[in-house]
């Protein structure tokens, strides 16, 4: 992952490439290079992109919702007294249905954060159940991954509920469930129950209607929304495409886009339909980007369905339901590529947009800005992390195979993990949604390979012009990153890595061989260069 500015410009200029950043909260980050100027059409959804939800009122209203849920249908009333607690879950989890643990794991389904409830788990625990520390998260019926913001109440209602049947007296704990008398309830019904009161609070409309009775207290209201699209308007065509109905849509979409009251010199406000060339509804995505659904004209007046597929043109300020990205590209006359798609969910928009259509993306990640936070301010703790490693280094620097010597590294390991855990505490209780000490998540995995660009919000591209290039800098293999260039002329060893290159290695005295601290298992080994600063 990189970030834009980091070549030196041609000809004169700054020396060091930090002086042509733009603020870190401001910066738009880069995976795969893209020209703004190529981009014909800028593609939106609602919910977490264009109308942000405030964390954690939002989080904490779904969250009593679903415990009511529960409960109406059997649940204990007990579990009525948790509340929603914001340092606990991060997006990219995994829940296992069969053990029911919470699991943070790379890309490859190893095994870095473990927790029972709230109890995290260690050692002989983990292997108890994963002996290899690894889990095959291909198994869609046992492992659930939890990746999107809607998700962080589920993720948390898992914890409570573990929480609550484990330490309850009146419940026998078993591996796979509990026992009460002769009912067994195991971690996949639970699983299946909690699923079934996600889909009740967002399909049933509940936690809409809840949120349309206080809008002011649980949606972002910023005046550079209207801005923002009112300018991309003037370069390219732009649409919505939402899975929320028209009611509900038209509520939240009036409400961003109104600021009539605070408007002092009464400037005439623009209706929200009239900054989109084309709004779907219903999108039911990521079927939407397969075969997707019939599409159907909204009637604006009654939220109510016109009779009959739409088969004719694009209608201006028109809105309609169900559809394809297919149709999106035939309506608005545009290809794949010529489409930027803006979205807060790595499967539903990101992915499937990717490698079904071809659309350019760009992830909103919204617990970015806490992620730059941390990232600058515990900057002591990423160095001493990376001294650790050049001591360990140094312990095996003049050792070859025909060595006996044997150091001893147990200090330096724990030492590491001591570094390591007071790191990810920084983030949250379940760490850093991007890494576990140096070795990436899944989330960022994905992050990496489908969104070509990504930030805390859209609203950053109102700082860049629009015929920016976003340009990815290399992404370096490791013999690249820890090996100097050799200057064959001389026989001298230096770093001939382009200034715009080196903010993504380590610094000369960092170049030397780290050997692994311990097994694949630890937390703690060489940091790898920054991914997104």
């Known amino acids: 992952m990189g970030s834009e500015g980091e070549r030196d410009p041609v000809g004169p200029g700054p020396s060091d490439p930090r002086a042509l950043r733009r603020d870190c909260q401001h910066r738009i980050f880069v995976n795969r290079s893209l020209a703004l100027e190529k981009i014909k059409c800028f593609g939106f959804d609602m919910d977490y992109t264009l109308a942000m939800y405030k964390s954690p009122d939002y989080e904490e209203l779904a969250f009593a919702l679903l415990l009511d849920h529960l409960v109406s249908i059997g649940y204990p009333q007990e579990i009525l007294a948790y509340k929603y607690d914001p340092t606990f879950p991060t997006?990219?989890?995994?829940?296992?249905?069969?053990?029911?643990?919470?699991?943070?794991?790379?890309?490859?389904?190893?095994?870095?954060?473990?927790?029972?409830?709230?109890?995290?788990?260690?050692?002989?625990?983990?292997?108890?159940y994963y002996p290899n520390k690894f889990i095959q998260r291909d198994d869609m019926k046992r492992f659930h991954i939890l990746n999107t913001l809607f998700n962080l109440t589920e993720t948390y209602l898992y914890a409570c509920l573990v929480d609550f049947f484990t330490n309850c007296s009146r419940y026998v704990n078993c591996d796979t469930g509990y026992e009460h008398g002769n009912l067994f309830m195991s971690f996949r019904s639970m699983c299946q129950d909690v699923r079934e009161a996600m889909e009740h609070v967002h399909l049933s409309g509940c936690l809409k209607e809840k949120t349309l009775e206080n809008l002011e207290k649980y949606v972002v209201k910023d005046p550079r929304v209207p801005l923002l699209l009112s300018r991309m308007k003037e370069v390219g065509k732009i649409f919505l495409a939402t899975n929320s109905d028209y009611n509900y849509t038209d509520a939240i979409m009036t409400y961003l886009f109104d600021f009539s009251h605070e408007d002092k010199a009464k400037t005439l406000q623009r209706p929200w339909r009239s900054y989109f060339d084309l709004i779907v509804v219903d999108t039911r995505k990521p079927l939407f980007f397969a075969e997707g659904t019939l599409l159907h004209q909204v009637n604006t007046d009654t939220g109510k369905l016109h009779i009959g597929t739409y088969t004719g043109p694009l209608q201006h300020c028109a809105v309609y339901s169900g559809g394809s990205s297919d149709m999106v590209c035939d309506l608005l006359g545009v290809k794949g590529k010529d489409i930027l798609y803006m979205g807060d969910h790595i499967f539903g928009d990101i992915l499937?947009?990717?490698?079904?259509?071809?659309?350019?993306?760009?992830?909103?990640?919204?617990?970015?800005?806490?992620?730059?936070?941390?990232?600058?301010?515990?900057?002591?703790?990423?160095?001493?992390?990376?001294?650790?490693?050049?001591?360990?280094?140094?312990?095996?620097?003049?050792?070859?195979?025909?060595?006996?010597?044997?150091?001893?590294?147990?200090?330096i390991k724990h030492q590491i993990q001591k570094v390591t855990h007071e790191m990810d505490m920084c983030y949250g209780k379940m760490g850093s949604l991007f890494r576990c000490g140096s070795r990436q998540t899944l989330f960022a995995n994905q992050l990496t390979h489908y969104a070509d660009?990504?930030?805390?919000?859209?609203?950053?591209?109102?700082?860049?012009?629009?015929?920016?290039?976003?340009?990815?800098?290399?992404?370096?293999?490791?013999?690249?990153?820890?090996?100097?260039?050799?200057?064959?002329?001389t026989g001298e060893a230096g770093t001939a890595l382009a200034p715009w290159m080196a903010p993504l290695c380590p610094s000369r005295q960092q170049v030397a061989e780290v050997p692994s601290s311990g097994g694949e298992e630890d937390d703690g080994r060489s940091l790898s260069p920054p991914q997104h600063p």
């Open 453 to 489: 660009l990504y930030a805390s919000s859209f609203i950053n591209f109102l700082y860049y012009p629009f015929s920016y290039l976003f340009r990815a800098p290399p992404v370096l293999m490791a013999h690249e990153s820890t090996v100097e260039h050799s200057r064959l002329d």
């Open 352 to 411: 499937k947009s990717k490698k079904r259509q071809g659309w350019r993306t760009f992830l909103v990640v919204p617990e970015l800005s806490r992620e730059l936070q941390v990232w600058t301010e515990k900057s002591e703790l990423f160095e001493e992390l990376r001294s650790l490693d050049l001591f360990l280094a140094e312990l095996y620097q003049h050792l070859d195979s025909s060595s006996s010597e044997r150091p001893d590294i147990s200090s």
């Open 91 to 128: 997006r990219g989890l995994v829940f296992d249905a069969l053990y029911g643990n919470l699991l943070k794991v790379d890309s490859h389904g190893n095994l870095l954060v473990c927790t029972h409830g709230f109890r995290f788990l260690k050692g002989a625990e983990i292997l108890h």
